[in-house]
């Protein structure tokens, strides 16, 4: 089984869709159905500000480890801060979505590189063990 898979996706709108479904097929092929609804939703929370915010293309990285599934939305835009989670006033149409990892997952953050700005969260699910023999043909493997 693979434990880490990755897909890489341009800047374009579309592209969040696709990250949406790669996601959805993977957590599907580890037998991790238990976190696809959460992790799904913030994958397009994620990928959307990737192309908003920092004008990028993006890569989606899962990882799934004893207990839980990982998330990673890497964009090219290092310099582009992530803004603090903060709670917007009725009348706002954005600025609210980074409440939802902090809503929505056990745990979440955000690491700068050089060349890269990576935000990931991390869900719980079934342990490892109970789907090992499971096969993942949804994306390249990195491990």
Known sequence: MHTTVRA?????RTAVAQARRFVRNTLMAWGAEDAIDDAVLL?????????????????????VTDSSVQVEVIDRE????LPAP??????????RGLLMPVL??????VSYAAESKTVWFRLPTRAASDWASVTCRCAASVE
Not at 48 to 62: D, P, Q
Not at 104 to 109: R, V
């Open 104 to 109: 929505l997952a056990a745990a979440w953050g």
């Open 8 to 12: 890489a996706y341009p800047a374009d």
């Open 43 to 63: 994958t397009s929370e994620l990928a959307t500000n990737a192309i908003t915010h920092a004008g990028t293309s993006f890569e989606v990285i899962c990882r």
């Open 86 to 95: 903060r709670e917007g006033c009725d009348l706002s149409v954005s600025g």
């Open 78 to 81: 290092p310099t582009r801060v």
